[in-house]
C-alpha cells in the first residue's frame, strides 16, 4: 500500500534548461530553502532535492519520491522549464497517486489560472513569496480543512478553479535564515559554483525582496522595495564565511536600490574583514563614485549590471529609466575600482530596429565591459512587452508546456525568430573574436588557473560560430 508521510514535503528544484552544458553558474535554490525553513518551524519535516544540481532525470526524480512517499511535493516554476515541470509532476502524480502536488514561483504567480489550466496532474498553485502561505496550505491539507482562507492559493473544486484570499507579502524581519542544511551534500560535493572563479562552493545571500522598478521586460509583483537591516545581513555572511566558503553572490533584483543602506552594509563588511568576494547586481543610475570605491573595499570584484541596450530610444520603450550615459559611467567607475563589469543586453524589444541594436553593438565596442551577455527578448507572461507584442498580433507562440519554441516578438524586418538568434550570435563573434576581449579572457584563465572557465569560453565560441545565415 502507497501510504503518505503527512509531514514530510519534498521540495524539487528542477533541472535547468541547458543541463547538458557548462552552465555559467549553479547556485542553491534558496527560495525552496526559505519555504523549508518556514515549514520546519510548523512542524513539517522538510526534503530539498536540488535535481538541477545533480542533473537529476526524471526518472531518479520518481525514485526519491516514492522514497520519501511525501504528503506534498512542491516545485518552482519558471517559464522556460514548462516542458520539465509538466514532466515531473506527470513523473510524481503515476508514482505517488496521493500525493498532492504544488507550483509556485514567477511563471505561477503571473498566471496562476492558466498554470492550474496547464497542468492537469497538480493539485494547487501558490502565487507570490509563500513563507506564511505554504504551511498554512500543508496544515490544511494535512487536516483536510478548507483553503478559501489561504493567501495567494488556487485550487480544484470539480472542474471549477477556485481562489483564496488574496497574496500578501511576508514580513521581511519574520523569514526565518534559509536552511541550508538541507542540501549540505551539493555543498560537500562543491555542487555550487560560477565559472568566474576558481574556487567551490560558493554560495547566495538574499537581503532584500522587492523593485521598486517596472521594466518593460521583466514581470515584477513585488514593487514595494523591502530590506533586511544590514546588521542582520552582516550576520549571515558570517555564518557563511564560518563554514568555509569565501565566495558569496548577493541576489537580490536590486541590492543598491538605497545607496546609503548598501553603502552601509559594505561598511559593515570592511569593519567585520570578512575575507569574502562578492558579485553583486546594480542599477547603472545609482552606481556612483562612493559606492564603486566602498564596494571594491568589501571586496567585490565583479558588478551585474542590466544595461539592455545601447540606444538611448529603446531604454525609453523599455521604461527603463536609465542613460546611455549612465551605462558608460558604470563601465568607467568599475574599471577604476578594478572590478568586473558584466553587462546584460536585450535584442528584439517592440520597436527595435537594426539601427538600435547597431547602437548597442557601437556601445560595447567602445566601452569594454569586462563580460557580455546578449540574449533574445522572451516576452515573458504579464510583461509591458508581452502586452505589446499581443495587442500588435506581433506575439509569435504562447507559453505552454507542449510548445516546441519559446515565444518571441515579430519585428517589421525579421521573418523567424532564427534570424534573430543568428544575429545575437553573430554580434557575439563580433565582440569576442577581438584581440581586447581575447587577451582579457586568456589572461583571467591562465592568471586564476581556472580550467573550466577555458571549457566554458570553448563551448561558447562553437555557439557563436554555428550560424546559418550568412553576415
Known amino acids: 500500500m502507497n501510504t503518505t508521510d503527512n509531514k514530510t514535503i519534498l521540495l524539487i528544484n528542477p533541472r535547468a534548461t541547458y543541463v547538458d552544458e557548462i552552465a555559467q553558474k549553479c547556485y542553491p535554490p534558496m527560495s525552496l530553502l526559505y519555504l523549508a525553513s518556514a515549514l520546519r518551524e510548523q512542524g513539517f519535516n522538510p526534503v530539498v532535492l536540488d535535481a538541477n544540481a545533480f542533473c537529476m532525470t526524471d526518472e531518479k526524480i520518481a525514485v526519491q519520491v516514492q522514497s520519501h512517499k511525501p504528503l506534498i511535493v512542491g516545485l518552482s516554476l519558471y517559464s522556460e522549464i514548462l516542458h520539465q515541470v509538466r514532466d515531473i509532476t506527470r513523473f510524481v502524480r503515476e508514482t505517488c497517486p496521493t500525493t498532492r502536488i504544488v507550483l509556485g514561483g514567477p511563471h505561477a504567480t503571473a498566471i496562476p489560472r492558466e498554470t492550474m489550466e496547464q497542468f492537469s496532474e497538480i493539485d494547487y498553485v501558490l502565487s507570490g513569496e509563500a513563507e506564511e502561505s505554504f504551511p498554512m496550505l500543508c496544515r490544511a491539507i494535512k487536516n483536510r480543512n478548507i483553503l478559501t482562507q489561504i493567501p495567494g492559493v488556487f485550487y480544484r473544486d470539480g472542474?471549477?478553479?477556485?481562489?483564496?484570499?488574496?497574496?500578501?507579502?511576508?514580513?521581511?524581519?519574520?523569514?526565518?535564515?534559509?536552511?541550508?542544511?538541507?542540501?549540505?551534500?551539493?555543498?560537500?560535493?562543491?555542487?555550487?559554483?560560477?565559472?568566474?572563479?576558481?574556487?567551490?562552493?560558493?554560495?547566495?545571500?538574499?537581503?532584500?525582496?522587492?523593485?521598486?522598478?517596472?521594466?518593460?521586460?521583466?514581470?515584477?509583483?513585488?514593487?514595494?522595495?523591502?530590506?533586511?537591516?544590514?546588521?542582520d545581513v552582516v550576520d549571515e555572511l558570517v555564518r557563511i564565511r564560518d563554514r568555509g566558503i569565501r565566495d558569496v553572490e548577493i541576489c537580490d533584483d536590486t541590492f543598491t536600490a538605497i545607496r546609503p543602506r548598501a553603502i552601509k552594509i559594505f561598511d559593515l563588511i570592511i569593519k567585520e574583514k570578512l575575507d569574502i568576494s562578492f558579485r553583486i547586481k546594480s542599477r547603472v543610475d545609482v552606481f556612483t563614485d562612493e559606492l564603486a570605491e566602498k564596494a571594491s573595499k568589501a571586496g567585490v570584484y565583479l558588478v551585474a549590471f542590466g544595461m539592455e541596450s545601447g540606444s538611448q530610444r529603446i531604454l525609453d520603450a523599455m521604461n527603463k529609466k536609465t542613460t546611455v550615459a549612465q551605462n558608460a559611467r558604470a563601465c568607467e567607475l568599475t574599471r577604476k575600482y578594478r572590478m568586473l563589469c558584466h553587462s546584460s543586453w536585450v535584442i528584439g524589444y517592440p520597436g527595435e530596429t537594426q539601427e538600435t541594436i547597431t547602437e548597442t553593438f557601437e556601445f560595447i565596442r567602445k566601452n569594454h565591459p569586462a563580460t557580455v551577455n546578449i540574449a533574445v527578448l522572451r516576452p515573458y507572461p504579464k510583461t509591458l512587452a508581452y502586452e505589446i507584442a499581443y495587442e500588435s498580433g506581433d506575439l509569435i507562440g504562447e507559453w505552454y508546456p507542449d510548445s516546441k519554441e519559446m515565444p518571441w516578438v515579430r519585428l517589421p524586418w525579421i521573418r523567424k525568430k532564427m534570424e534573430l538568434d543568428d544575429l545575437c550570435r553573430k554580434l557575439m563573434r563580433r565582440i569576442y573574436f577581438t584581440p581586447y576581449y581575447m587577451s582579457s579572457f586568456a589572461s583571467r584563465i591562465v592568471r586564476n588557473a581556472n580550467w573550466i572557465l577555458a571549457k566554458y569560453a570553448i563551448q561558447e565560441t562553437r555557439k557563436v560560430i554555428n550560424t546559418k545565415h550568412t553576415d
Open 159 to 231: 472542474d471549477k478553479i477556485l481562489e483564496g484570499l488574496p497574496a500578501k507579502l511576508p514580513s521581511i524581519d519574520k523569514i526565518p535564515a534559509p536552511a541550508r542544511d538541507l542540501v549540505a551534500r551539493a555543498y560537500e560535493e562543491k555542487r555550487y559554483y560560477t565559472i568566474m572563479v576558481r574556487q567551490r562552493p560558493v554560495d547566495t545571500l538574499f537581503t532584500s525582496r522587492g523593485c521598486p522598478f517596472r521594466c518593460g521586460f521583466c514581470y515584477n509583483f513585488r514593487f514595494k522595495y523591502r530590506g533586511r537591516s544590514p546588521e
